[in-house]
């Protein structure tokens, strides 16, 4: 797969960012500290291209290994030992949400390796297969194999040979695959090898897993068989925005100020060169509204191009209603697998929410407060979302999985995209935010909860009024130590084109924001574009950091009165636990150092307060 105009977004992500002197950081976890968990019970069924199967024209299979007869096979384990590669008639039992079995066409046994079953230990293991038949005479051939495996950081790699000593890697998982993904049981990859193995007598194929108590990776079903003579591959696709960060599956109508691009990966994955190929997009709502093709170019086979198609399509004067995106790759040719040119997603304008997530996804994962260990209370989960012009945002619709528990407890909030350095942690610092809710059957049963944004919280005015620009909506969950999980889905639908960044998750007791990569169910609701900024009001300005902390919080305010000021801290269930000491603060601005004790690992709710009540608020958490 080629990735589209990665390099140009990232390097216009970082001047936009330095234009608002905002830092930039990437987010890469330095090591393995957790396991996302996806939900048994909502376990994702992504579509990942390479990875379909499609019926292709005209081919023949010249070598097929299932696993049934092992001749030909070797194992090489690296000198860390232990029997990774093995071949097996199930997953293993730690293996369990993943299913029981690799579902392949020829059904069990197959090869398997189990990195989490090594958990101090590094894999870089090889299982190779000598193709047991010759291809002198094959000036087209491809290589396929069905395969099953959840992505953590590891490296999926598949490598050819014509004589078992120079080796040509033809696939990786790490250019396709995001990290904490699954793919479907089963995929099909299928990768044209004939530079490396057409008109050899000999050709070697291993499977190198290379990764360090990450995830698995289970295999079968592998074939070496001669091409198709006219097959396009949609290898990859793009929907970006000209302005935002990233493509919103959700728009609200005072924000369709922006333009759509289309662009994709095309591969001639036939033996022929096809002629006048194109790509076509278009756009279909209640009549068809868009439908423009590239230039058309004459493609030699295995080779790629990608393209982009102009003009593009304008959002502006829309309607609110649901469209169909839709991209297909064409010729002058009868393409034998036509089922792989094409490729549709769905973009839904809204009265007033703005969201990268679908919500009528048909591809969803789930994640929540059961998904790190050890991490039930206080995970914040974002996603990206861009106003083209500034707006009200008066509330943040969090969606919620049927197996949510009522009792649940969360707050939502907007966020800057600005990642405040202050070694070892960043912050995506608190523009706006809730107070806490507590999460109902009815709310589980409708699917979503609206979280309103108070003009004042606490005390403190907030400002509502967003400039135009990117933020992250967040909402941030708690559990009642486990005893009412929160399960938010997890929208894969376009997780082969958005970026890394659309979805952050920050684990409290981990200390560190994680990229998720794709799209949460979390949406920004907004109101009237016009209403009145509260820095109209002279308003006090609060912030409260760091957070996590561990023995000391920090308040800068800027008062509009003078005052005597005392902190609280109070647990989740409201009870107060400590009172600071009373401290006289001038009008304007003040500095103060809370100290709460030694306080158990846990999240708190921190308030500032004079005589006439509480004048800021903030959740907490408590880090060793």
């Not at 299932?66 to 096979?73: D, E, I, Q, T, V």
């Not at 396009?232 to 100020?257: F, R, S, T, W």
């Not at 050890?374 to 999985?401: H, K, M, P, Q």
Request: glycine share 6%.
């Amino acid at each position: 797969m080629i990735q589209i105009r990665t390099l140009c977004l990232i390097v216009g992500i970082m001047g936009i960012f330095c234009t608002q002197a905002q830092a930039q950081r990437t987010f890469q976890p330095k090591a393995r500290p957790f396991k996302a968990q996806q939900d048994p019970a909502h376990a994702p069924n992504s579509s990942i291209r390479p990875g379909e199967f499609f019926q292709t024209e005209s081919t023949t299979a010249l070598w097929t290994f299932n696993f049934n007869n092992l001749s030909g096979m070797t194992i090489q384990n690296d000198s860390n030992g232990g029997a990774r590669w093995k071949v097996v008639s199930a997953l293993e039992p730690n293996l369990s949400n993943f299913g029981t079995t690799l579902n392949s066409v020829s059904g069990a046994p197959f090869a398997l390796i189990n990195s989490d079953s090594f958990n101090n230990d590094t894999q870089d293991d090889y299982l190779t297969l000598k193709v047991g038949t010759s291809l002198v005479g094959q000036s087209g051939v491809q290589l396929s194999f069905r395969q099953y495996f959840r992505r953590y950081l590891e490296d999926h790699i598949v490598e050819v040979s014509y004589d078992s000593t120079n080796w040509t890697e033809v696939y990786n998982s790490s250019n396709v695959i995001p990290t904490s993904t699954t793919i479907t049981n089963s995929s099909l990859v299928r990768i044209n090898i004939s530079s490396i193995a057409a008109n050899r007598p000999n050709v070697w194929v291993r499977f190198n897993y290379v990764g360090a108590w990450d995830w698995f990776w289970a295999i079968d079903d592998i074939e070496v068989a001669t091409l198709p003579p006219n097959d396009l591959v949609l290898e990859d696709y793009e929907i970006i925005p000209k302005i935002g960060l990233c493509y919103n599956a959700q728009m609200a109508l005072p924000h369709l100020q922006d333009s759509l691009i289309f662009s994709a990966a095309i591969q001639n994955f036939g033996q022929n060169t096809q002629p006048n190929t194109r790509l076509n997009a278009r756009v279909i709502g209640a009549s068809p509204l868009y439908n423009q093709n590239t230039a058309g170019q004459n493609m030699l086979s295995n080779s790629r191009d990608t393209v982009e198609v102009q003009p593009y399509f304008s959002l502006a004067g829309r309607a609110a209603g649901t469209y169909t995106l839709r991209m297909e790759v064409l010729s002058d040719s009868v393409d034998g697998s036509p089922a792989d040119n094409v490729d549709t997603t769905m973009l839904l304008i809204t009265d007033n929410r703005v969201s990268p997530y679908y919500p009528a996804s048909t591809t969803l994962g789930s994640l929540g407060t059961a998904s790190f260990t050890d991490e039930e209370d206080g995970v914040i989960f974002t996603s990206l979302f861009n106003l083209t012009s500034s707006d009200t945002v008066t509330a943040v619709r969090v969606y919620l999985r049927s197996n949510s528990v009522a009792g649940g407890v969360l707050a939502v909030s907007i966020r800057d995209t600005a990642g405040l350095a202050s070694d070892p942690l960043i912050d995506f610092p608190i523009i706006v935010e809730s107070d806490l809710v507590t999460l109902t059957t009815a709310d589980i049963s409708r699917g979503y909860i609206d979280v309103p944004i108070p003009a004042i919280l606490a005390g403190s005015p907030q400002d509502r009024v967003l400039a135009a620009g990117p933020y992250y909506a967040g909402a941030q969950l708690f559990s009642n130590a486990g005893a009412n999980h929160i399960r938010i889905p997890d929208d894969l639908s376009n997780q082969v084109f958005m970026p890394t960044y659309t979805s952050l998750v920050f684990l409290p007791i981990d200390g560190d924001w994680y990229t998720n990569g794709t799209a949460m169910g979390i949406a920004a609701i907004f109101g009237n574009p016009s209403a009145t900024s509260v820095q109209a009001l002279e308003a006090n300005s609060a912030k409260v950091y760091p957070n996590p902390f561990v023995n000391e919080i920090h308040w800068s305010l800027d008062l509009k009165h003078s005052a005597e000021v005392f902190a609280r801290c109070y647990d989740l269930q409201g009870r107060l636990l400590a009172e600071g000491p009373k401290v006289h603060a001038e009008q304007g601005t003040f500095n103060h150092s809370s100290s709460f004790g030694e306080l158990p690992i846990a999240v708190y709710r921190v308030e500032l307060w004079s005589e006439q009540g509480p004048i800021t608020s903030r959740l907490m958490v408590k880090a060793k």
